[in-house]
């Protein structure tokens, strides 16, 4: 059972349209949403994250948006470049000295010039 | 610093071949994970050692698969006997501890092939 879901699988929108990634997780003992990115070829890099006690975090042009109640959030990527194509994976980490990544099956990102 | 590094980066075998794959964290990172990653599953959690010692190993497929960390600069994941549906790709991750806030910085990963 997927612990953390993932949508869209993919996506493609032209240079400076903003695409939206969505993540829904069912266990409320997660406390620690990471956002990675991953280039061909390498290994996931940490984007951004947050914790649920804030609705919102800006980091540059990336923005997440977490709904506690309804156990969502979405990563925002304002003014995409095409430097942005990459997969992005969503992840959930619960509480406590564990830090296990939970990851989404990833977001295919294809920005166009 | 030159980040996680992982050995081979490319490994094509054969079926019941042993696949040992390495890994060397960030100096000063006392936490160590290993993850696979293919098309069907996504990425997935192998196992994590903390100070050397495995923490957890419930994602380990089966006991074929085992890992090992005999100091803080080295750590191998093997394979006895691989099998094709072992191929995928396997990242080493490492980090300063295992508080959730702290960042795991992913190696380049080995791309396994089986056939």
């Known amino acids: 059972q997927q612990q953390v879901k993932q949508s869209p699988q993919s996506l493609i929108v032209q240079k400076g349209g903003i695409p939206i990634i969505n993540c829904a997780y069912e266990?409320?003992?997660?406390?620690?949403f990471p956002w990675y990115q991953q280039f061909p070829g390498k290994g996931p890099a940490l984007l951004i994250a947050?914790?649920?006690?804030?609705s919102e975090k800006k980091e540059g042009r990336f923005t997440i948006s977490f709904n506690k109640s309804a156990k969502q959030f979405s990563l925002h990527i304002m003014d995409s470049q095409p430097g942005d194509s990459a997969t992005y994976f969503c992840?959930?980490?619960?509480?406590?000295?564990?830090?296990?990544?939970?990851f989404g099956t990833g977001t295919l990102l294809a920005v166009q010039p | 610093d030159a980040g996680v590094i992982q050995s081979p980066r490319h490994e094509v075998t054969e079926m019941g071949q042993e696949v040992t794959l390495r890994c060397k964290p960030i100096?000063?990172?006392?936490?160590l994970f290993w993850y696979r990653q293919t098309m069907m599953r996504g990425l997935e959690l192998l196992i994590y050692f903390n100070n050397n010692v495995p923490i957890d190993d419930s994602g380990m497929p089966e006991d074929r698969f085992s890992a090992k960390m005999p100091n803080a600069s080295f750590s191998t994941l093997k394979i006895q006997p691989s099998e094709p549906r072992d191929s995928a790709v396997y990242f080493c991750?490492?980090?300063?501890?295992?508080?959730?806030?702290?960042?795991?910085?992913f190696g380049p990963g080995t791309r396994l092939t089986v056939l």
């Open positions: 947050i914790r649920p006690d804030v």
């Open positions: 100096s000063g990172h006392n936490s």
């Open positions: 991750a490492s980090t300063f501890g295992l508080a959730r806030g702290d960042t795991q910085y």
């Open positions: 992840a959930a980490v619960k509480g406590g000295a564990t830090n296990k990544l939970i």
């Open positions: 266990n409320t003992a997660f406390d620690y």
